[in-house]
């Protein structure tokens, strides 16, 4: 594997698992020394075991300990290169608007978008007192496209982010930061094995839809995420960068 972070640090929320884990291992295997920052201990520790990084237990809606992530990462590394803000929820009573009550939708507002600003809020200062970094706001294909299927929060929430990341990109360009939004499809996770099993026509309706005729695996999404992370897409900010299976170009679903 090309070392393309030898020397450079990651910082990866959500890392614990799904598309955080096979990021972390992805940058890892690249060179880089990755941080998980993770709600769940046991996860967030297993996974900086496996990639040899460090392990932050950290509720990413809580500024104070976003702040001190960073910091302790600089503090620990020496810098921090690399910000892969990716924790997300999409809990089951998030659905329709007309069933939607507003503590669900707060919540998934919170972790979903407020975190992504936390985040960039506190390792943009990092970064600009190095003079480069790479900040990868994970959005999705919902961020640009209506779904039938509603999950209005989420789909509201990453909606936010992508506009988000956008500004950013915009904003601290000259700065030798760039910030780009990733936008999956729907990815063969936890995350979505829990909410398509309780709900297998769900799944179905959205699967068929899909051109490539399958969900991304994880790994397919660390793979874009080491892309936007490295000097190979040094002329890319600001930008939604799809890795979706052909959804969102999508006018009818080709036949078998």
């Known amino acids: 594997m090309v070392q393309r972070f030898e020397g450079r640090v990651a910082v990866i929320t959500g890392g614990g698992s799904g598309i955080g884990l096979a990021s972390a291992r992805r940058l890892a295997s690249e060179g880089a020394k990755v941080v998980i920052a993770d709600v769940s201990a046991d996860a967030g520790k297993a996974a900086a075991d496996e990639v040899g990084g460090l392990f932050v237990q950290v509720d990413v809606t809580d500024e104070e300990q976003v702040k001190a992530l960073f910091q ?30 507003i503590e669900a939708w707060q919540r ?5 978008l407020t ?21 990868i706001n994970t959005a999705s294909f919902v ?56 709900d297998p026509e769900r799944a179905a309706r959205r699967l068929v839809h899909v051109p490539l005729g399958r969900f991304a695996e994880p790994s397919e999404i660390a793979a874009a995420v080491a892309f936007l992370a490295s000097d190979d897409a040094s002329f890319i900010t600001a930008s939604q960068f799809l890795v979706d299976g052909g ?5 009818v679903t080709p036949i078998d």
Not at 76 to 92: E, K, L
């Open 72 to 101: 302790t990462t600089v503090d620990t590394y020496g810098s921090v290169d690399v910000a892969f803000n990716n924790a997300g929820i999409s809990p089951p009573d998030d659905d329709s608007i007309l069933t939607t009550g």
């Open 108 to 112: 998934v507002q919170q972790v979903n």
């Open 115 to 135: 975190s992504v600003y936390l985040c960039c809020k506190y390792v943009l200062p990092h970064m600009l007192e190095q003079g480069k970094g790479s900040i």
């Open 143 to 198: 961020a640009v496209m209506g779904a039938a299927t509603s999950q209005i929060s989420y789909s509201a929430s990453k909606g936010g982010v992508l506009a988000m990341s956008r500004e950013l990109g915009v904003e601290f360009a000259r700065k030798g930061i760039r910030v780009n939004a990733l936008c999956p499809g729907p990815v063969n996770t936890p995350l979505l094995q829990e909410l398509f099993a309780k």
């Open 247 to 251: 959804i969102a170009g999508a006018y």
